[in-house]
């Protein structure tokens, strides 16, 4: 059972950052695809952002080339990079893990969930 436990959400303002962070207990966690969903209010959960094992990246196309995903597998920790934020951006941004990068790109369904971190953007 993997845990996953996400930190770095928060009130942003338009056009601000945040980073999301999100520690894995699995030691095995370099084997696993890292991505990362978000849950509009009154919306359904979306993918937003996957890296691979290897370290390749894909990321939905409403924030390509504002979120950067990383991951540190010495950390067993992903990351979300959130430049640029919109208010659409506003949600629970959940992390995800998975053995198989198709299944977070195609939007689940993924082995193992966080809990959810709030991230609130404010004009």
């Known amino acids: 059972q993997v845990q996953l436990v996400e930190a770095g959400g928060g009130l942003a303002q338009v056009g601000g950052s945040l980073r999301l962070s999100c520690a894995a207990s699995?030691?095995?966690?370099?084997?696993?695809?890292m991505g990362w969903f978000r849950q509009a209010p009154g919306k359904q959960r979306d993918f937003v952002s996957v890296i691979s094992s290897s370290g390749s990246s894909y990321y939905v196309d409403s924030v390509k080339g504002r979120f950067t995903i990383s991951r540190d597998n010495a950390k067993n920790t992903v990351y979300l990079q959130m430049n640029s934020l919109k208010p659409e951006d506003t949600g629970v941004y959940y992390c995800?893990?998975?053995?198989?990068?198709?299944?977070?790109?195609?939007?689940?369904?993924?082995?193992?969930w966080g809990q959810g971190t709030q991230v609130t953007v404010s004009s």
């Open positions: 699995e030691r095995t966690f370099g084997t696993y695809a």
């Open positions: 995800v893990a998975d053995r198989d990068f198709r299944s977070v790109v195609g939007g689940g369904p993924v082995d193992y």
